[in-house]
C-alpha cells in the first residue's frame, strides 16, 4: 500500500495547520473560521490538540485517513505514527482503510430499529458503501442515515428509504424533506408557554436580528453589568443542576473553578451519543445564538477566555448552524476582545467528534480535545481543579448552558419556583419510539411518563415498557407510568433521569432484539481501558445470546449476567462501565426477557 499524501490531502491539512514552511502551526483566524472544525481560539502551549481535526481534514479530502496522510500529520505535529494511527483507529466515523468517497451510516439503534431501521439496513447491507451506525442522534427522523461525502459536507438523511440512500450515494443532493423541522413539535403546533424552546421554528437559525427581535442578547447585556461572583450567586440561588446526566449544581461547579484563582476554560458538552437523546441537537440547530449567548454568559462568570464546544460527529447540521452563530457575533462584537465594549473577551472553537459515544465522558471528552484517544481518565483530579489542558475547566452540556439567559433575565428564585425544590425550573425530554409525534418536549419538572406520551400524541399501540434515560437507564413498567420525572422521585423508584430519554414500546416489541442491541451499543462503545468494562460487555452479550437462542438454562444464564453487571458496577473506571448492564437488568426484573425459558 502506497504511503504517499496525495495533492488534496496535503492540500486539506495545510489549510488547517498553516503552511509547512509559515514557521508555525495554526494559521490566521480568518482562514479557519470558515471550518466547523475549528474556530478562533488556540492553545498556546503545543500543537498536538490539531490531531483530530487534522485526520478528519485528511478524511473529508478523500473519503478516508491514508497511510501518506497519517505520516505526514505524524510530522506536523510531532506526534508518533504509531500514537496517530492509536487515535485514529479509535474513531468509528475516521476510515483508516480504503473505501468509497460517498458512505451511508445507518442507524440501527433501539429507536430507529424498531420504525424501519433493522430493514432498511438489510435492504443495503450487501453494498460496500452502507455500514451498520448506532443511534444517529435522529431518533425523532427515524429511520436516519448520516451521509459522509469526500470533498463535501457530511449530511443527514430523515425518513429514509433505500431508492433515497442510494439515489444520494450515487451523485444525488440531499432532499431536506422539511427543512423548519428542528424535532421540537410544541414549537410547530404553536404551543404557548415555551421558554427554553419558543424560538426553534420560530426564527431563522442564521438571522441575528431575528434572534435579537426574540428577546436575543438581552441576557448577557444584563449579565455584563453584574460581578462574576453576583452572577455566580444567582445561578445558584436558582437550584439549577446538570442536564446530561450527573445532576450537579452549575453554580457550585462553577465556584470550584473559580477558587482554583487560574486561568480557567469553559467547555461545552455536546456529544450526546446516548441512544435516544437529541434535545441538543434540536437547540443548536434551531436556536444556536442562544447557546453562543449561554456560552459567553458563562464564560464571563468563570473568568474565562476561552471556550471550547465539542459537538458530536453525527450532528453536520447542527455544526455548521453553531458555526455560522459563531463567525456572525464575532463580526456584530458579541465574541472576541472586547464583547459590548465591557472589556470583557471570549471566543469560542468548536472541535467535532469522531463517532464515539465514551466522549460524552467529560475526561475523555478532554482527551480527545487534546488529541489523544479519547479514553476516560481517573479522578481526581477532578476537571474544577485540571480538567483540560490541565486548566481549572468548567464543564457543561447545551441544555444545562441555555438555562442561562433565563435565569439571568428572570432572577434565579424565580426561576427556582417552577418545578420542585430538588428540581427546580424546566426540563426538556427527548421522546421517540412508539409514539404518535416524537421530538424534544418541555415540560416543569414533575411532569410525568405518562404525562409526555400524551404530550407526544399518545403511544401507537398498547405499552409493554418504557426505556427511562436511555440506554444506561432502565425499562419501567405500566405500573409507573404516573412517577414524576424529577431527580428525587426517580432516586427513590430505584431509576434515573439519565438523558431524559422517554422511550415507550409497545406490546408487540421484541425485547429480545433491543436487549442484544443495548448489550451490542456497549460492547462497541467501551473504550476498553478498564478490563471490568472491555471484558464485562463482552461477556454479557454472550450470556444474552446463549439465553435466547442456546438450550433452556435460564437461571443460570440471569444469574451470570447479575454477576457481570455488579462487576462492572464496581470495577469500572467511568459510568460506560457502572450503567452497561442497567437496561437489560432492568427487563429481566419486569420479565420483559428470560421468562418462561
Not at 466547523?36 to 473529508?60: N, S, Y
Request: aromatic share 6%.
Amino acid at each position: 500500500m502506497s504511503v504517499e499524501t496525495s495533492d488534496a490531502e496535503r492540500a486539506a491539512v495545510d489549510e488547517l495547520l498553516g503552511a509547512p514552511d509559515s514557521g508555525w502551526v495554526g494559521g490566521d483566524r480568518s482562514a479557519a473560521d470558515h471550518h466547523i472544525a475549528r474556530g478562533g481560539v488556540r492553545q498556546a502551549a503545543g500543537v498536538r490538540h490539531l490531531l483530530l481535526p487534522a485526520l478528519q481534514a485528511a478524511q473529508g479530502a478523500i473519503g478516508w485517513v491514508s497511510p501518506g496522510a497519517l505520516n505526514y500529520i505524524s510530522e506536523r505535529l510531532s506526534v508518533p505514527p504509531a500514537e496517530a494511527y492509536a487515535v485514529a483507529t479509535f474513531y468509528a466515523l475516521l476510515a483508516t482503510e480504503e473505501r468509497p468517497r460517498r458512505v451511508a451510516h445507518v442507524c440501527e439503534d433501539v429507536s430507529c430499529r424498531t420504525r424501519g431501521g433493522r430493514e432498511l439496513f438489510e435492504e443495503l447491507r450487501e453494498r460496500d458503501d452502507v455500514v451498520a451506525s448506532p443511534c444517529l442522534g435522529q431518533c425523532d427522523r427515524s429511520p436516519a442515515v448520516l451521509m459522509q461525502r469526500a470533498g463535501e459536507y457530511d449530511a443527514s438523511l430523515w425518513y429514509s428509504t433505500p431508492e433515497s440512500v442510494v439515489d444520494v450515494l450515487e451523485g444525488a443532493e440531499p432532499i431536506d424533506p422539511n427543512p423548519g423541522h428542528f424535532g421540537i413539535p410544541q414549537t410547530e403546533a404553536g404551543s404557548d408557554g415555551l421558554r427554553l424552546l419558543h424560538r426553534v421554528g420560530a426564527i431563522d437559525p442564521y438571522s441575528l436580528d431575528d434572534y435579537r427581535t426574540a428577546h436575543g442578547y438581552a441576557a448577557l447585556s444584563k449579565a455584563l453589568e453584574m460581578t462574576p461572583t453576583e452572577l455566580i450567586e444567582e445561578v445558584k440561588r436558582s437550584g439549577i443542576k446538570g442536564r446530561g446526566g450527573a445532576a450537579f449544581p452549575m453554580g457550585v461547579k462553577w465556584e470550584a473553578v473559580v477558587a482554583q484563582g487560574s486561568d480557567p476554560v469553559l467547555v461545552c458538552n455536546a456529544d450526546e451519543a446516548e441512544p435516544g437523546t437529541f434535545k441538543d441537537r434540536g437547540i443548536m440547530e434551531g436556536d444556536p445564538f442562544s447557546l453562543v449567548e449561554a456560552m459567553t454568559i458563562a464564560g464571563y462568570a468563570i473568568g474565562a477566555h476561552r471556550g471550547y464546544l465539542y459537538i458530536r460527529g453525527e450532528y453536520p447540521r447542527a455544526a455548521r448552524h453553531v458555526a455560522s452563530a459563531l463567525e456572525v457575533a464575532r463580526n456584530a462584537g458579541l465574541l472576541g476582545d472586547d464583547i459590548l465594549q465591557s472589556g470583557f473577551g471570549f471566543d469560542i472553537e468548536i472541535r467535532m467528534g469522531g463517532g464515539a459515544y465514551i466522549c460524552g465522558e467529560e475526561t475523555a471528552l478532554f482527551n480527545s480535545i487534546e488529541g489523544f484517544r479519547g479514553e476516560p481518565r481517573q479522578k481526581p483530579p477532578y476537571p474544577a481543579e485540571a480538567g483540560l489542558f490541565g486548566l481549572p475547566t468548567a464543564i457543561n452540556n447545551v441544555e444545562t448552558l441555555i438555562n442561562l439567559p433565563l435565569i439571568v433575565l428572570e432572577g434565579g428564585e424565580a426561576y427556582a419556583a417552577r418545578g420542585t425544590p430538588e428540581s427546580t425550573g424546566i426540563k426538556l425530554f427527548c421522546l421517540s419510539g412508539d409514539v404518535v409525534n416524537p421530538g424534544v418536549y418541555e415540560v416543569e419538572f414533575g411532569a410525568t411518563i405518562r404525562e409526555l406520551i400524551e404530550l407526544a400524541g399518545g403511544p401507537l399501540d398498547d405499552i409493554a415498557a418504557v426505556l427511562l434515560g436511555g440506554v444506561s437507564g432502565s425499562f419501567v413498567g405500566t405500573d409507573q407510568l404516573d412517577l414524576p420525572l424529577t431527580f428525587e422521585a426517580t432516586r427513590e423508584a430505584g431509576v434515573a433521569l439519565g438523558t431524559a430519554v422517554v422511550m415507550p414500546f409497545s406490546s408487540s416489541t421484541d425485547f429480545d432484539d433491543v436487549t442484544k442491541r443495548i448489550a451490542a451499543f456497549f460492547r462497541d462503545e467501551s473504550c476498553g481501558q478498564c478490563v471490568p468494562c472491555r471484558v464485562g460487555t463482552v461477556r454479557q452479550e454472550e450470556a444474552l445470546y446463549r439465553l435466547f437462542d442456546g438450550p433452556p438454562t435460564t437461571t443460570g444464564e440471569i444469574g451470570l449476567l447479575t454477576e457481570i453487571d455488579e462487576a462492572m458496577k464496581l470495577g469500572s473506571i467511568c459510568g460506560l462501565g457502572h450503567t452497561a448492564g442497567s437496561a437489560i437488568q432492568s427487563a429481566i426484573a419486569l420479565g420483559l426477557i428470560g421468562a418462561d425459558r
